[in-house]
């Protein structure tokens, strides 16, 4: 045989021969570039009930193979009708990305090189790029270390829940072998009351429990109150319990609201507690040399957060976990077993380094990004969404609403400006509800999407600006549709 195409004979199902490839290949590649062009008439919000969802997929009872082709339209149709849109440039909602280009085709590499990065010896040229990836995030966040160690996770509760178990390991060892009823006491930990609430989560899955999470009250400005935290901190210890880390966030879910961590890194350090800032969101800022000073006090923290699948425009998931203590992060996660290859000398297996065994090249996408756009061409993305931010908030200003939060980044929280009578319950429901209305009439348009959230128990409309795709025209639409009607 001279192994021409003619000559393939498949041997299951699951293979295709070159030809067959490149045109299911092609055809997918020209669904997904019909998407890109036509989102934007669209409507970001999808009319469905989960029985109209249901009813559809039973025509797939896998009992018989159906033609490719016609599988792919049809998933590609499911998914433009019933999907909210993050990807529209009217999407104005959390922090879920319209994904880079160039970030998509780097998945579909992962895709289909199927590095396995449980063991360096088996991937690697992908365990190198995560490593050096991780390294230029943690530089530019200004974290001491040569290199900086960490690495990417699914999301950002897999790199906090990592943050709390190194942090625990550090200051507890004993924990690593008998748990935390070795413990004279119960450890606690002390986050923001406006933080994102995985760390109840994260407390739990750690056998500390939610009632380990102190969530420390806010100032005006709905940043951690440092008083607040050190009489917390001091009850705690006159209880007998043990405190072991501060969490500092660097731009709240709701509010985009960076805490003091100048002030948050001093506390920890005078009271031998670890720092950890979870900047899922705004870490993206360190990539901008104008934008980079908002972060001050990140680079004294033991680890940061960052999600690239947030404002870096990766395709989901794409967290990361950075720290300057490597040899904390190998301990806290040290294992070995006979059926895992011998490690390699100075390059540390990522299973036995992380949450993760099995693990996929989640950084070769942003790695293909960062390369082709550059470090300056994502300052020139971040800046221009944090102008459009700005933009918002005089248009809304201007148009009699007012503006609750306070923040460099583009979250604007903002309410329709009237007077409560008082600061009754009954009248926060109201609040509450008639913010909510404006949020459906607006969803009800069509082309835009935004949310409601509340502020330290103040109701609030949010619109949050992280979408590449998103111009001035769109943020003007917005404006408008708001004080229509």
């Given at each position: 045989?001279?192994?021409?195409?003619?000559?393939?004979?498949?041997?299951?199902?699951?293979?295709?021969?070159?030809?067959?490839?490149?045109?299911?290949?092609?055809?997918?590649?020209?669904?997904?570039?019909?998407?890109?062009?036509?989102?934007?008439?669209?409507?970001?919000?999808?009319?469905?009930?989960?029985?109209?969802?249901?009813?559809?997929?039973?025509?797939?009872?896998?009992?018989?193979?159906?033609?490719?082709?016609?599988?792919?339209?049809?998933?590609?149709?499911?998914?433009?009708?019933?999907?909210?849109?993050?990807?529209?440039?009217?999407?104005?909602?959390?922090?879920?990305?319209?994904?880079?280009?160039?970030?998509?085709?780097?998945?579909?590499?992962?895709?289909?090189?199927?590095?396995?990065?449980?063991?360096?010896?088996?991937?690697?040229?992908?365990?190198?790029?995560?490593?050096?990836?991780?390294?230029?995030?943690g530089g530019r966040l200004g974290l001491p270390g040569d290199p900086v160690a960490g690495h990417?996770?699914?999301?950002?509760?897999?790199?906090?829940?990592?943050?709390?178990?190194?942090?625990?390991?550090?200051?507890?060892?004993?924990?690593?072998?008998?748990?935390?009823?070795?413990?004279?006491?119960?450890?606690?930990?002390?986050?923001?009351?406006?933080?994102?609430?995985?760390?109840?989560?994260?407390?739990?899955?750690?056998?500390?429990?939610?009632?380990?999470?102190?969530?420390?009250?806010?100032?005006?400005?709905?940043?951690?109150?440092?008083?607040?935290?050190?009489?917390?901190?001091?009850?705690?210890?006159?209880?007998?319990?043990?405190?072991?880390?501060?969490?500092?966030?660097?731009?709240?879910?709701?509010?985009?609201?960076?805490?003091?961590?100048?002030?948050?890194?001093?506390?920890?350090?005078?009271?031998?507690?670890?720092?950890?800032?979870?900047?899922?969101?705004?870490?993206?800022?360190?990539?901008?040399?104008?934008?980079?000073?908002?972060?001050?006090?990140?680079?004294?923290?033991?680890?940061?957060?960052?999600?690239?699948?947030?404002?870096?425009?990766?395709?989901?998931?794409?967290?990361?976990?950075?720290?300057?203590?490597?040899?904390?992060?190998?301990?806290?996660?040290?294992?070995?077993?006979?059926?895992?290859?011998?490690?390699?000398?100075?390059?540390?297996?990522?299973?036995?380094?992380?949450?993760?065994?099995?693990?996929?090249?989640?950084?070769?996408?942003?790695?293909?990004?960062?390369?082709?756009?550059?470090?300056?061409?994502?300052?020139?993305?971040?800046?221009?969404?944090?102008?459009?931010?700005?933009?918002?908030?005089?248009?809304?200003?201007?148009?009699?609403?007012?503006?609750?939060?306070?923040?460099p980044l583009p979250v604007v929280c903002f309410t329709d400006g009237r007077d409560r009578p008082?600061?009754?319950?009954?009248?926060?429901?109201?609040?509450?509800?008639?913010?909510?209305?404006?949020?459906?009439?607006?969803?009800?348009?069509?082309?835009?999407?935004?949310?409601?959230?509340?502020?330290?128990?103040?109701?609030?409309?949010?619109?949050?600006?992280?979408?590449?795709?998103?111009?001035?025209?769109?943020?003007?639409?917005?404006?408008?549709?708001?004080?229509?009607?």
């Amino acid at each position: 045989m001279d192994g021409s195409l003619a000559e393939f004979k498949p041997n299951t199902a699951l293979e295709m021969d070159a030809d067959e490839r490149r045109r299911l290949f092609t055809h997918a590649f020209d669904l997904i570039d019909r998407h890109a062009g036509e989102v934007r008439d669209l409507p970001v919000t999808p009319d469905a009930d989960p029985l109209a969802v249901r009813h559809h997929l039973r025509r797939y009872d896998f009992d018989a193979p159906l033609e490719a082709e016609a599988v792919l339209d049809d998933t590609a149709a499911l998914l433009r009708r019933w999907t909210v849109h993050t990807t529209h440039p009217g999407y104005f909602g959390l922090f879920n990305p319209n994904p880079a280009p160039m970030g998509v085709l780097g998945d579909l590499l992962t895709a289909a090189f199927n590095p396995q990065l449980a063991a360096w010896s088996h991937a690697p040229a992908a365990a190198e790029i995560d490593r050096h990836v991780v390294a230029h995030l943690g530089g530019r966040l200004g974290l001491p270390g040569d290199p900086v160690a960490g690495h990417f996770t699914s999301g950002g509760a897999e790199a906090n829940l990592t943050g709390v178990l190194l942090a625990l390991t550090r200051t507890f060892p004993e924990v690593a072998e008998d748990g935390v009823a070795a413990l004279p006491g119960r450890p606690v930990l002390y986050a923001s009351a406006e933080s994102h609430l995985a760390w109840l989560k994260i407390a739990h899955m750690c056998g500390l429990g939610r009632g380990a999470v102190r969530l420390v009250p806010v100032t005006p400005d709905l940043r951690m109150d440092p008083r607040a935290l050190a009489s917390a901190v001091a009850a705690d210890r006159a209880q007998g319990h043990l405190p072991f880390l501060v969490v500092g966030t660097a731009g709240t879910t709701s509010a985009g609201v960076i805490d003091p961590l100048p002030e948050l890194a001093d506390l920890a350090a005078a009271e031998g507690m670890r720092f950890h800032v979870d900047a899922a969101w705004a870490g993206a800022v360190a990539l901008s040399d104008r934008l980079r000073p908002v972060l001050d006090g990140i680079e004294r923290a033991d680890s940061v957060t960052l999600d690239a699948h947030k404002w870096l425009s990766m395709p989901m998931g794409a967290g990361t976990f950075l720290t300057s203590d490597a040899e904390g992060l190998q301990e806290t996660f040290r294992i070995s077993t006979s059926y895992m290859p011998e490690g390699i000398s100075g390059a540390p297996d990522p299973y036995a380094s992380s949450v993760q065994w099995s693990r996929r090249a989640i950084g070769l996408k942003l790695f293909v990004t960062l390369a082709t756009i550059g470090r300056e061409g994502y300052a020139q993305a971040i800046e221009r969404q944090t102008d459009l931010g700005d933009l918002l908030r005089r248009r809304l200003t201007e148009a009699g609403w007012r503006v609750l939060n306070h923040t460099p980044l583009p979250v604007v929280c903002f309410t329709d400006g009237r007077d409560r009578p008082s600061d009754g319950p009954s009248d926060v429901h109201a609040d509450a509800e008639r913010l909510q209305s404006i949020a459906e009439r607006v969803l009800a348009t069509g082309r835009a999407w935004i949310s409601t959230t509340s502020l330290a128990g103040t109701p609030a409309l949010r619109a949050c600006i992280t979408n590449f795709a998103t111009t001035e025209s769109d943020v003007e639409s917005l404006a408008t549709d708001l004080t229509r009607g």
